[in-house]
C-alpha cells in the first residue's frame, strides 16, 4: 500500500490544551484510496485461491451461526441468484438455494450497522435525544449490521452499540450509488458554519473541529441539519469529498490529474455538485443566496439582514490583526502547517468579497458512517459471552468488532484511523485462527 504524503488533519479541536482533538496532522489517504487498499488483499487471497488454499462463495449471505458439541463450527445461510450489477449498484436479492459450510474456526467481518437507519435510530444514544428525522447513508446498503444480532443469538456479546459516528456535514449525492446515498464534505477551517436560522454555531465548532461536539449541538437546535456559507475560492481550495468516486485522480493513481485538481479553480467533482446538488445554492448576491436558501429547505427560517449582519462581522475581522474572532485565527492556526497552506486553506479573505465568487450556500445533513461498538473480543480476537469467556470456535474483526474489541476507538474514535483497526484486528483474528488449528 503506498500513500499520498501530504498529511490530512482531523477533529483539529476541542476548547483547550489538555481537552480532546488533535495537535498535529494524523493521517494518510492511501494511494488509490479503497481500491489501493484493498489489491495487496486481494492479490494475496487470489494467490491462495490458484494453490486451491482458499474457495471464495460470491452471493452466499450468512443468516445463522451454529454450534456442535459446544464450537462454534457451521455457518448456514442463502444463496442470491448470480448478478450481472455494476459495483456499488443493487443487486438481486433473489434466494436460489440454501446452504451450509463447517469449519474449524468462524471470523464474522460482516461491518457496521450504518446502512440500516432503524437500527442506528434503535441504539441512537440517550445523550444525542431523538435521532435527526431525516438521515443520509454514507455506506452501502450491504452494512446493515444484521450479522450482529446473528452472532448475538449464537451467544456472542454485542457491546457498546450506542457509540456510533455520524457526519454533520453531509449532502444527498447528485449521482447516487446507493439508496439515501449521502457524500461527506472533509472541510477545511474557512466555511461559516451556521445553524438552521442562521446564527453561527458556537466556538469551537468550526468546520473540521469536533464531529461528535456539533452533533450534539444540532440535536439540540430542534433541527437536523445546518449550513456551510463560503464562497467560490475557499470551496475550491477547501472541499474535498469523501470516497473512491469522488476521487478519480487518487482513485486512478494518476499524479497528472492530482496537480490539475490543486490547479483548478474548482475541481470537477465538486463542481459537479454545485451545478447538480440538492443542498447548493449558488448566487452573486446575498440576498439571492438567501431566497435560495429558503427555498431548499422550504422552512424560510433565515433571514437576509441577519445573515448579512454575522457575514459582515466575520469578514471585518480578516483586515484585523488584533481579531477576536477565533475561526479567523485558527485558519491562520492552520495555514502554519505546509500541507494546509497548500492545498487545503485558503488564504484569509473577505467572504463577501466579489472577487472570490460567487457565493455559496450549503445545507448539511446528518450522515451515518461508523459503528465504533460491536461484538465483543478480546485481544486475539475471540469474540466473548456476556460472561466474559471466549466463544469457542467464533472470532470478529473489523468495523462488526468496533474495529477491534468491540469499541477499540472510544466514543470520539481516531478519526481518519478506522482501517487500521480493521487490518490489525484482522490480523489477529487470522493467526489465532490458525494458531487455534495446530
Ligand atoms: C465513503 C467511505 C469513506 C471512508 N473513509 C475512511 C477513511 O478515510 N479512513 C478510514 O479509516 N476509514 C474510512 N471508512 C471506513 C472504512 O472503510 C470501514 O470502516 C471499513 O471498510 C470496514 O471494513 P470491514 O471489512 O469491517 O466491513 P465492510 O467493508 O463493510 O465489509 C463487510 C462485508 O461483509 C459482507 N456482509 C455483511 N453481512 C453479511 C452476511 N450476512 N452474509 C455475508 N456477507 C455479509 C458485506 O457484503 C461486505 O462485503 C470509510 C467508509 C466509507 C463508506
Known sequence: MRIFPVVGWAERGGYDATGHGNSVPRFHITWGTGPGVVAPFERRVREGVAKGLVQLRFRHRVTGLARTAGALDTVTGEILEPSGAERGTASSREV??????????????????????????????ERLGTPPAKMLSGVPAHVDGLMLGIAEKAGAHHINRDRMWHYTEGIE???????????????????????????????PLFPGFDTLG???????????????????????????????????????????????????????PVKAFMDHGAD?????????????????????????????????????????PFTKDLQVTAIHGARAYLGDRL?????????????????IAVRLNILTRKSLGGLETDLSSRVLTAEGTPLPGLYAAGEAAGFG??????????????????????????????????
Open 280 to 320: 447548493f445554492v449558488v448566487e452573486k448576491d446575498l440576498d439571492a443566496l438567501v431566497r435560495g436558501m429558503n427555498a431548499v429547505t422550504g422552512d424560510g427560517l433565515i433571514d437576509a439582514a441577519e445573515l448579512r449582519r454575522e457575514i459582515t462581522a466575520r469578514d471585518r475581522e480578516i483586515a484585523n
Open 96 to 125: 436460489t438455494a440454501p446452504f451450509e459450510l463447517k469449519a474449524q474456526a468462524v471470523i464474522v467481518t460482516s461491518g457496521g450497522i450504518g446502512g440500516n437507519h432503524d437500527l442506528v435510530r434503535a441504539q441512537w444514544p
Open 343 to 359: 492545498i487545503r486553506t485558503a488564504k484569509p479573505h473577505r467572504i463577501l468579497d466579489p472577487a472570490a465568487g460567487p457565493l
Open 214 to 268: 456539533t452533533l450534539e449541538h444540532i440535536m439540540g437546535s430542534g433541527h437536523g441539519y445546518t449550513w456551510f456559507v463560503l464562497n467560490q475560492r475557499i470551496i475550491g481550495k477547501e472541499f474535498a469529498l469523501s470516497g473512491s468516486e469522488q476521487n478519480p485522480d487518487l482513485t486512478g493513481k494518476s499524479v497528472r490529474d492530482v496537480i490539475g485538481r490543486a490547479r483548478a479553480d474548482v475541481p470537477a
Open 173 to 203: 449525492n447528485w449521482n447516487p450509488i446507493w439508496s439515501r446515498h449521502g457524500i461527506r464534505i472533509l472541510p477545511g477551517p474557512s466555511s461559516l458554519w451556521l445553524d438552521a436560522r442562521g446564527k453561527r454555531l458556537p466556538v
Open 405 to 438: 474489541g468491540g469499541g477499540v476507538h472510544g466514543y470520539r474514535s481516531l478519526e481518519g484511523t478506522f482501517l487500521g483497526g480493521c487490518i490489525f484486528s484482522g490480523r489477529a483474528a487470522g493467526r489465532a485462527a490458525a494458531d487455534a488449528v495446530t
